[in-house]
């Protein structure tokens, strides 16, 4: 799953955009697809939204025309569960899904083998797989006195990533402020998908180490999970546009 890593990939703006459908009901995520596809690069069901609709929104929101679908599932257990249900999630044929890197390597490289075996057995290619580092809500205060770990958020983050490099994964769910760090040590066909992002003006909610599109795609972001700021807004596909645009410039 690690070909290409030397190589970065050309992404359009309105590509780099991954929507979080985060709603509680099939009917409202459906709405969403089908007003934003064809304006976003994918989008990402977590888990509000499986244990609403159950499993089987996965293929309801395909048929609704989202091509490319991120199931951000977030698997932290011993690599013998994970690996199970990774063969599972891979016979969805979805673009994107991830795990917790704090895993282990172990965990993580079961997690590989299971969806490059089971997406061959299903005809389809393997999804992405991403390690998610340090979860967005959290600040280096908590990351010290709550999660005992000594390290600084940016180093931590980082020694995550090479963990996922090495266990044969993809890329890595990290925030914007840990980007460059990441980038410079796994190389440029690293993925880093960047949630943690809000436009100027945008309430930022739970998140706690946030940047505009804009800084996170010059710091080298291949993907921005965008949520509220674009499915609460009063024009949602004026919002995406927007947003695509304030990538194409950081891009120039």
């Not at 908590?142 to 044969?168: C, F, N």
Request: contains cysteine.
């Amino acid at each position: 799953m690690s070909e290409g890593m030397n190589h970065p990939e050309i992404i359009a703006p309105k590509e780099r955009i991954i929507l979080a459908l985060d709603v509680d009901n099939a009917f409202q995520a459906l709405q969403i697809v089908q007003k934003l596809n064809g304006h976003v690069g994918a989008f990402k069901v977590g888990l509000e939204l499986v244990n609403a609709a159950g499993i089987g929104i996965l293929e309801k929101l395909r048929d609704a025309g989202a091509d490319r679908i991120f199931y951000d599932c977030k698997l932290h257990d011993i690599p013998n569960t994970v690996g199970g249900a990774m063969k599972a999630i891979a016979r969805h044929g979805l673009w994107m899904t991830n795990l917790h890197a704090s895993g282990g390597k172990r965990m993580i490289a079961a997690a590989v083998k299971a969806l490059n075996e089971s997406s061959l057995e299903a005809g389809v290619a393997p999804p992405i797989l991403l390690g998610v580092t340090l979860l967005t809500s959290l600040t280096e205060e908590e990351l010290h006195t709550e999660l005992l770990v000594p390290q600084g958020a940016s180093d931590y983050v980082v020694s995550m990533a090479k963990l996922v490099q090495e266990a044969g994964g993809n890329g890595v769910v990290s925030s914007p402020h840990e980007i460059e760090a990441v980038r410079a040590v796994c190389g440029p066909g690293f993925k880093i998908v960047t949630p943690g992002v809000r436009p100027k003006g945008v309430d930022a909610g739970d998140q706690r180490r946030t940047m505009t599109p804009r800084e996170a795609v010059a710091r080298g972001a291949d993907y921005l999970v965008i949520g509220r700021a674009i499915s609460g807004a009063e024009d949602p596909v004026a919002a995406t546009s927007a947003i695509a645009q304030e990538i194409a410039s950081a891009l120039l």
